[in-house]
Structure formats: structure tokens, C-alpha cells
């Protein structure tokens, strides 16, 4: 039997991100404290967290009719979880031209 994990809301969402990204800032002003400068890398998640926040926010007094235009687009990405794509399988090899030769 498999659990069903309960889906985080979007107030979950944003608080999570914004933890993140608070997490991320504070350890790159302690690094800068000791190397002089923070990972410009690690600042730019923080902010892209940041934003990802702001769209929740955003979001929370019209969720309902973004949940309507969302539906769709859901259901096929519940779909797509559930049916996963296969791998083709690899193509049959192609007969060198010495074995077409032998047979001629």
C-alpha cells in the first residue's frame, strides 16, 4: 500500500521558499565574512526563490480561477506521472556492406 503525501498549500510554498532563501543569504554573508565575497551563483537562487514567493503571493487572491485555467495542464502532468515515457527501443543494426557483398 502506498501513501499519499499531503500536498503543501500555497502559503507552504512561499514560506519554504522564502526560508531558502533567507538560509542561502545568510550563509553567503558568513562566507563573505571569511573569502572576502559571496557565490554569485548561490545569490542568484536565493532570489529566483525570492521570486518564486512573490508569484505564490501573487497568486493566493485568484486561486480559484487560476485553478480552473490550471486543470488541464494538471491532469496531464497527473497523467504523465502515472504512464511514464519509455525509452525506444534501439534500432536493429544495419548490415555491414561486406556481409551484402558475400550474399550477392
Sequence with gaps: MTEQRRKAGLGEMAGVA???ASRIRTTQAAIAKINGEPSETQIRKAEVLEDIASLIFAIQPVREPVLRILAPVLAAMRTA???P???PEPAAPTPDSDDEQQSN
Excluded: F
Design 81 to 83: 506521472s502515472q504512464y
Design 85 to 87: 515515457k519509455q525509452e
Design 18 to 20: 522564502l526560508d531558502e
